[in-house]
Nanobody, 123 residues
Framework: QVQLVESGGGLAQPGGSLGLSCLVSGAANIFNSLSLAWYRQAPGKQRELVAHITSGGAAAAVNSVKGRFTISRDNAKNTVYLQMTNLKPEDTAEYYC???????????????WGQGTQVTVSS
């Protein structure tokens, strides 16, 4: 059974940095073939895509975080990362990692979700 567990959330000041990790367990034979993504959901808002990385390592981030957030994956560790820099208060949200058998999934095509980790940006 595939499970995703996020870690690394917390409180950061505006302009600060945080790194998130997501360990994908139960997927030793398929991790390399999964596309991975980070989503976030602020209170009262819909869950939105933050960044995505294909099974081959092609990475992209949405415009609101481009140049500040970087997604990466370590296939040897079955882990996907999100490095966040120059954080802003509007980045405050619950962050979720997701995995899909589709290379460019819509939110509805994410096959596996983590439980989420809170990121709060405040002075």
């Amino acid at each position: 059974q595939v499970q995703l567990v996020e870690s690394g959330g917390g409180l950061a000041q505006p302009g600060g940095s945080l790194g998130l990790s997501c360990l994908v367990s139960g997927a030793a034979n398929i991790f390399n073939s999964l596309s991975l993504a980070w989503y976030r959901q602020a209170p009262g808002k819909q869950r939105e895509l933050v960044a995505h990385i294909t099974s081959g390592g092609a990475a992209a981030a949405v415009n609101s975080v481009k140049g500040r957030f970087t997604i990466s994956r370590d296939n040897a560790k079955n882990t996907v990362y999100l490095q966040m820099t120059n954080l802003k208060p509007e980045d405050t949200a619950e962050y979720y990692c997701g995995a899909a058998h589709t290379e460019y999934p819509s939110i509805y095509e994410i096959d596996y979700w983590g439980q989420g980790t809170q990121v709060t940006v405040s002075s």
